[in-house]
C-alpha cells in the first residue's frame, strides 16, 4: 500500500492540486453521498503542517457550500416527502427540529444523520442564512478538532 499512497498524497499536495482537492471532496461529502474529507485534509495538513489554517477554511467552506446544496435539496423535495409526515418517529424528530430550529444544523457535522439534518432542515423551510451559519460552525469545529486530534494521535514522521 505505502507504493501507491505516498506518491498520490504527494500530488494532492501540490499547491495546484491541494487545496482544490480538499474543496471538492468536502464539498461532495457534504452532500449525500457517502464520503470522507478527513483524510484528504488530514493527508495535505501533514505533508504542508503550515498549511493548517488555509485547508481548515478551505475544507470548511467545501463542506458548508455542500451542505447548502443538501438544503436546498430539502427545501426542493418538500412536497415529495410530505407522504411521509405522519409516522411516529418522523414526527417526533420534526417535533424536535421545530422547536430547536436552525442551531439544530450545529449537529451537521455528525457522521451518518448530519447530511441528513441538512435536507431535513431544508425540508422544514428552516431559514436559509441561520441555518448556513449554523452549518459552517460545526464543520469547522470539526475539521480543526479531528485534525488537531489525528496530529496529537500521529506526530511527525517520515514519509517513506
Not at 7 to 28: D, K, N, Q, R
Not at 41 to 57: E, T, Y
Not at 66 to 81: I, L
Not at 87 to 115: F, Q, Y
Request: charged share 10%; with cysteine.
Amino acid at each position: 500500500m505505502d507504493a501507491w499512497i505516498t506518491p498520490l498524497l504527494a500530488w494532492l499536495a501540490l499547491p495546484e492540486f491541494g487545496l482544490s482537492t480538499v474543496f471538492v471532496v468536502s464539498f461532495i461529502s457534504a452532500t449525500l453521498l457517502p464520503l470522507g474529507s478527513e483524510p484528504v485534509v488530514f493527508g495535505l495538513i501533514k505533508l504542508n503542517p503550515a498549511m493548517f489554517w488555509p485547508v481548515i477554511l478551505v475544507a470548511t467552506a467545501g463542506n458548508t457550500l455542500g451542505g447548502a446544496v443538501t438544503w436546498g435539496m430539502g427545501w426542493a423535495s418538500y412536497r415529495v416527502m410530505d407522504k411521509y409526515r405522519q409516522s411516529a418517529n418522523h414526527v417526533r424528530a420534526l417535533n424536535w427540529l421545530k422547536r430547536i430550529g436552525p442551531k439544530a444544523c450545529l449537529l451537521a457535522w455528525l457522521p451518518g444523520v448530519g447530511d441528513p439534518l441538512c435536507a431535513v432542515a431544508g425540508w422544514l423551510r428552516m431559514p436559509f442564512w441561520p441555518c448556513l451559519f449554523y452549518i459552517a460552525i460545526g464543520k469547522f469545529l470539526r475539521y480543526v478538532i479531528m485534525t488537531a486530534a489525528l496530529l496529537w494521535v500521529f506526530p511527525s514522521a517520515a514519509l517513506s
